[in-house]
T-cell receptor, first 114, second 113 residues
C-alpha cells in the first residue's frame, strides 16, 4: 500500500459546508497528488505538490484548494462543497523505480455531498 | 485536446478467453505509459509500465502490453483471463514536470466463470 493512508474513508456532508480530506504518507516522498474518480472519466488530477508549500493546479482544480505544511501530509479542502463534488478521491505519491517514476495510490475517500 | 483514449468501456469475456484492451494517446514526444487495475472496492494497483527500451513489457498477473510509437498505442493483453481478472483497467500517460498522470476513462472487464 506504499504507506499511504487517507482520512476519512467515507464522508457525507451538506451542500455549502467546508470539507477537508487528509492524505498521509510515511516514506518522505516529494511528489503527492489528489485525483477524483468519476464513472466514465477515469481519474482526473485536482492538485499536486512537489514539496512542502509547493503546490500546483491540475485539470479540475476549481472549487478545491490544497496545503502541504509537512512532507508527510497533503490536505485537500473543498471550501464550500457542491453536489458535483460527490466523488471518490484518491491520493497518490510518486516513487522513483529504476529509471522512471511510478505512482502509488491510497485507499480512497468516498465523499457524498447532499 | 491532448488525451488518453480507451476504446472499450465494457468488455465481457469467458474464462480462458484472450484479452486485448486498447489505449491510444495523443501526446507527442517522450512519454511514460502505464496500466493500472482497480478491483471492486479497492484502490488502483500498477500492472505494468513502459519507460524505454523493449516495447513489449510484461507485468504482474500474466499481463503484458505493447508500445507502438507510430500508432500512439499501448494495448494491454493477456492470453487467458480468469474470473479473478474482473476489474476496471486504466491506461495512463505521464507527461511533463511533476510526473503527473493523465488517465483514460477506464475499461470495465467482466469475466464469466
Amino acid at each position: 500500500d506504499a504507506g499511504i493512508t487517507q482520512s476519512p474513508r467515507h464522508k457525507v456532508t451538506e451542500t455549502g459546508t467546508p470539507v477537508t480530506l487528509r492524505c498521509h504518507q510515511t516514506e518522505n516522498h516529494r511528489y503527492m497528488y489528489w485525483y477524483r474518480q468519476d464513472p466514465g472519466h477515469g481519474l482526473r488530477l485536482i492538485h499536486y505538490s512537489y514539496g512542502v508549500k509547493d503546490t500546483d493546479k491540475g485539470e479540475v482544480s476549481d472549487g478545491y484548494s490544497v496545503s502541504r505544511s509537512k512532507t508527510e501530509d497533503f490536505l485537500l479542502t473543498l471550501e464550500s462543497a457542491t453536489s458535483s463534488q460527490t466523488s471518490v478521491y484518491f491520493c497518490a505519491i510518486s516513487v522513483l523505480a529504476g529509471e522512471s517514476y511510478e505512482q502509488y495510490f491510497g485507499p480512497g475517500t468516498r465523499l457524498t455531498v447532499t | 485536446a491532448q488525451s488518453v483514449s480507451q476504446h472499450n468501456h465494457h468488455v465481457i469475456l469467458s474464462e480462458a478467453a484472450s484479452l486485448e484492451l486498447g489505449c491510444n494517446y495523443s501526446y507527442g514526444g517522450t512519454v511514460n505509459l502505464f496500466w493500472y487495475v482497480q478491483y471492486p472496492g479497492q484502490h488502483l494497483q500498477l500492472l505494468l509500465k513502459y519507460f524505454s527500451g523493449d516495447p513489449l513489457v510484461k507485468g504482474i498477473k500474466g499481463f503484458e502490453a505493447e508500445f507502438i510509437k507510430s500508432k500512439f498505442s499501448f494495448n494491454l493483453r493477456k492470453p487467458s483471463v480468469q474470473w479473478s481478472d474482473t476489474a476496471e483497467y486504466f491506461c495512463a500517460v505521464n507527461r511533463g514536470y511533476g510526473n503527473k498522470l493523465v488517465f483514460g476513462a477506464g475499461t470495465i472487464l467482466r469475466v464469466k466463470s
